[in-house]
């Protein structure tokens, strides 16, 4: 069973960056067939922030469009979350995700994110 682990997470100022961490515990970014940040605010369903494919694909959510990129480090097992322009809207708990095929999928334990208004 893979395991995930999400860090980078934290309180930061309007405006500012931020970069999350995803490492896996096998050499899995080479092989699964899809990657991807979610975000999950209490009360409120999980929701997609970005994926990526095993073919360096990539989908964003409209409202991180060109503030947020996803990337992989297939060498390092790990998978980043570039945040930039960061706003009081961002904040949530970031999760991490792999799936080796549709239908089966592995979550790390989240990150905080808080983006005071």
């Known amino acids: 069973q893979v395991q995930l682990v999400e860090s980078g997470g934290g309180l930061v100022q309007p405006g500012e960056s931020l970069t999350l961490s995803c490492a896996a515990s096998a050499s899995i970014f080479g092989i699964y067939a899809m990657f991807g940040w979610y975000r999950q605010a209490p009360g409120k369903q999980r929701e997609l922030v970005a994926r990526?494919?095993?073919?360096?694909?990539?989908n964003y959510a409209d409202s991180v469009k060109g503030r947020f990129t996803i990337s992989r480090d297939n060498a390092k097992n790990t998978m980043y979350l570039h945040m930039n322009s960061l706003k009081p809207e961002d904040t949530d708990v970031y999760y991490c995700?792999?799936?080796?095929?549709?239908?089966?999928?592995?979550w790390g334990e989240g990150t905080k994110v808080s983006v005071p208004s």
């Open positions: 990526i494919d095993s073919g360096g694909s990539t």
């Open positions: 995700t792999a799936s080796p095929y549709p239908n089966r999928s592995y």
